[in-house]
């Protein structure tokens, strides 16, 4: 699976949007970009996953660069429990399995 | 419905001996994988296992070990326990082997190691 390159840390206001950037530059094209948090001893939570185009659910954006190589995360309202680490991962269409990195640590204040 | 389940939620035990996690998938998920979570390594994958059959393993020595019933619970073993063996182990399910499928995590097993 590509790499990914995170920031380690980054802070939020609540109510404000959240964008977590990830560069995924070695990316290939039959990988998915997916990401998930994780809260603080809980399992990870899947969050949304993309291959190219922009996608939205009930959580989150993904925003994929044209090139596929860099996409961002957003948050749009971000609330005291979306304090987790988020996890930018690259998966091969080929394997279930995820290969996670150190994460972003997303810390939301009042 | 039920999410993935797993048991014990907390244990310890010391240098030497084994342990045995189990983990129940949710209902209808045949797939199910493990990873270890170390505040050094982060999160690693251990094992994946579909329809009783171990497809895919990381790079852990033999001392782990796992396996999968055919109602799809699944456990895994960890022998002659060392101190680096201490982690979060989660498990988590999916439906199939789809690779865009999501995976569903269970809480963990956090195991301690003296």
């Known amino acids: 699976d590509a790499k990914t390159t995170q920031p380690p840390s980054m802070d939020c206001a609540e109510g404000r949007a959240a964008n977590l950037p990830c560069n995924h530059s070695t990316i290939s094209g039959n990988e998915y970009v997916y990401w998930y948090r994780q809260i603080h001893s809980q399992g990870p939570q899947y969050i949304i996953h993309?291959?190219?185009n922009n996608e939205t659910n009930e959580m989150a954006s993904l925003i994929i660069t044209e090139d596929r190589k860099s996409s961002t995360l957003i948050l749009p309202h971000a609330t005291l429990r979306d304090t987790a680490v988020y996890y930018c991962?690259?998966?091969?269409?080929?394997?279930?399995?995820?290969?996670f990195g150190k994460g972003t640590m997303l810390l939301v204040s009042p | 419905k039920a999410g993935v389940t797993q048991t014990p939620r907390y244990l310890i035990k010391t240098r030497g001996q084994q342990v045995t996690l189990s983990c129940s998938p949710i209902s209808g998920h045949r797939s199910v994988s493990w990873y270890q979570q170390t505040p050094g390594q982060g999160l690693q994958f251990l094992f994946e296992y579909f329809s009783e059959t171990q497809r895919n393993k990381g790079n852990f020595p033999g001392r782990f070990s796992g396996r999968q019933f055919s109602n799809s619970r699944s456990e895994m073993n960890v022998s002659t326990l060392e101190l680096g063996d201490s982690a979060l182990y989660l498990c988590a399910s999916s439906l199939t082997l789809d690779p865009t499928g999501e995976l569903f995590f269970g809480e963990g097993s956090r195991l301690t190691v003296l």
């Open positions: 991962i690259v998966r091969n269409s080929g394997y279930s399995t995820l290969t």
């Open positions: 993309g291959l190219k």
